[in-house]
C-alpha cells in the first residue's frame, strides 16, 4: 500500500492557517517556556521583564482596563497579564499572517516548514506532559486532603479546593493520569508513535481543560493551549483518522520520511540532541521530584504534635470558659498541619492561623496571627497523657490554660473507608 504523499500544491486557506499557526505556536512558547529546554527559566527571566511594561502600558493606553495590571504570571496562569498576553500574541500572528501573504503569494507549499513546526509543538506538548505526569506519579500536584482540609465543610471549599481534594484522595488515581501524561510525552517524541501521541494527548489535555473551567482552576489558558496543539498534530493525520475511526475506510499508511538537512553532520548532532533533551527531561523530572518529596507532598516530615486537638478545657484567669457556640475567644480545636504554623477554630467556627514557634528542648511556643504579630501568645507544653496537649502561659494580660485531647484520625470517614471490593448497598455516601 502505498503512503499519503506530501502535497506540491496547497490550498491558499492552508498557507495561510500554516503561517498564522507558526507564528502563534512559536510566540506562545516564547512567552510559556514551561521549562522545555535546559535553564530556560533562567533565561525566560532576564528576557520577559520588559514585556511586563509593554503589557502594563497595552492595559492602560489601548485597553482601558479599569484597574493598572500589578499581578504578573505566578501559581496562577490565568492573570489579566495573561490574557493580555494572549491577545498580543493573536494580534501579532494574525498581522505577521497578513504581511507574510501578501509577501509570498507564490510558494507552493510549506511542506518543510509545516514538518519541523510539528516538531517544536510535539516537543513542547511532550515535555509539558512528562513534567506535570511526574508529579502525578510521585504525587506532588495533589497531595492527600490534609489536617485543616478534613475539618473544612465541603459548602465553604473553593471549587479548586474540592477538585484538589478529590484528586488527592486517591494515590492510584494520581498514578493513573500521570502514567496517562507520561506514555502521551513519550510516544510524541518519535514520529512513528506521534500520532498515537497526539490521541491520547488530546483527551488527557481535553480532561483537564473540563476540570480547569469546571473547577475554576487557574490553568485555563495553558490547558486549552496543549488542546489546541494536539488538534493541530492531528490535522496532517485527519483524512486517515476519519476513513479508520468513521468513514470504515482503508487508511493508507503516513509518510513518516523526515526532512533531514543536507550535511550529515547536522542530522547528527541533531539525533543526539533530542536523545539528550529526552534523558534530561525524564532524570531531571524523576531527580527534583523526588528529591522534593522530602520538602512537601505526602512524605514530607510532619511537624512535632502534629494532629488535630480538641479543647476540653478553656481556662482564661482562673476561671473556665463554657464552650458555648456564640463565644468568639474560646478556642473549639487546635490544627498543627505543618512546621511553623497553626490553625485556631473557635466556638462560632471562625478560623484563625497563627505562626506556631515550637521549642522541643524548652518546651515553649510561641504564636501570633498572621495578621497582628504584636499580638503575642507565650506558652509551655506538656503531654500528661498519650495523646493530650496541656498549654499553659500568657496572651496580652490574660493567663491561659487549656487541656486538649488528640483527635484519632482513622475516625474521619474519607481516611477509614478504603477500598472495598464488595460493596453490598448502592449508596455508600
Known amino acids: 500500500m502505498t503512503t499519503t504523499d506530501e502535497p506540491v500544491y496547497w490550498s491558499a486557506a492552508r498557507k495561510i492557517a500554516l503561517r498564522f499557526f507558526l507564528v502563534f505556536f512559536l510566540l506562545y512558547i516564547f512567552f510559556n517556556p514551561n521549562g522545555v529546554l535546559p535553564y530556560i527559566n533562567v ?10 511594561s509593554l503589557v502594563v502600558w497595552i492595559g492602560n493606553n489601548i485597553l482601558h482596563l479599569a484597574k493598572p495590571i500589578t499581578v504578573f504570571t505566578n501559581g496562577s ?3 489579566t497579564y495573561d ?7 493573536f494580534v501579532l500572528a494574525l498581522v505577521a499572517t497578513i504581511i507574510w501573504s501578501v509577501a509570498d503569494r507564490k510558494v507552493r507549499n510549506y511542506n518543510k516548514l509545516f514538518y519541523w513546526l510539528t516538531v517544536v509543538v510535539r516537543y513542547y506538548v511532550a515535555i509539558t506532559m512528562l513534567t506535570y505526569g511526574f508529579v502525578k506519579v510521585i504525587k506532588l500536584q495533589f497531595p492527600s486532603p490534609d489536617l485543616n482540609r478534613l ?9 479548586m479546593g474540592l477538585a484538589w481534594t478529590y484528586m488527592g484522595y486517591s494515590y492510584g488515581f494520581n498514578i493513573f493520569t500521570g502514567l496517562g501524561e507520561i506514555t502521551c510525552g513519550l510516544l510524541l517524541f518519535f514520529r512513528r508513535t506521534s500520532t498515537l501521541g497526539a490521541l491520547l494527548g488530546l483527551v488527557v489535555a481535553a480532561n483537564i481543560m473540563a476540570i480547569n473551567y469546571a473547577f475554576d482552576v487557574p490553568v485555563k489558558l495553558l490547558s486549552t493551549m496543549l488542546t489546541l496543539m494536539c488538534l493541530f498534530l492531528l490535522f496532517k493525520d485527519a483524512v486517515r483518522l476519519i476513513n479508520f475511526f468513521i468513514l470504515n475506510k482503508p487508511a493508507a499508511p503516513a509518510n513518516l520520511t523526515p526532512h533531514t538537512f543536507k550535511k550529515r553532520w547536522v542530522n547528527i548532532s541533531t539525533t543526539v540532541i533530542k536523545y539528550l533533551l529526552i534523558v534530561y527531561v525524564l532524570a531531571g523530572n524523576l531527580v527534583s521530584d523526588i528529591q522534593a518529596m522530602s520538602q512537601y507532598g505526602d512524605s514530607a516530615p510532619k511537624p512535632p504534635l502534629y494532629g488535630i486537638y480538641q479543647v476540653e478545657t478553656f481556662i482564661r484567669n482562673h476561671d473556665t470558659v463554657p464552650p458555648l457556640a456564640t463565644d468568639t475567644t474560646r478556642w473549639n480545636k487546635l490544627i498543627l498541619s505543618y512546621s511553623g504554623g497553626a490553625r485556631v477554630t473557635f466556638m462560632d467556627d471562625t478560623i484563625r492561623r497563627y505562626d506556631w514557634k515550637l521549642d522541643t528542648v524548652k518546651h515553649t511556643v510561641l504564636m501570633a496571627p498572621y495578621t497582628d504579630s504584636l499580638n503575642k501568645g507565650i506558652f509551655t507544653y506538656s503531654i500528661p497523657k498519650k495523646d493530650e496537649l496541656l498549654l499553659k502561659g500568657l496572651k496580652r494580660s490574660d493567663s491561659l490554660e487549656i487541656r486538649l485531647k488528640k483527635i484519632d484520625l482513622k475516625k474521619f470517614r474519607l481516611i477509614n473507608r478504603g477500598f472495598n471490593w464488595i460493596n453490598e448497598y448502592p449508596y455508600n455516601r
Open 83 to 89: 490574557y493580555v498576553i494572549m491577545l498580543l500574541i
Open 151 to 159: 475539618l473544612e465543610p465541603v459548602g465553604d471549599m473553593s471549587p
Open 43 to 52: 533565561l525566560f527571566e532576564q528576557y520577559i521583564t520588559p514585556f511586563h
Open 77 to 79: 496562569g490565568d492573570t
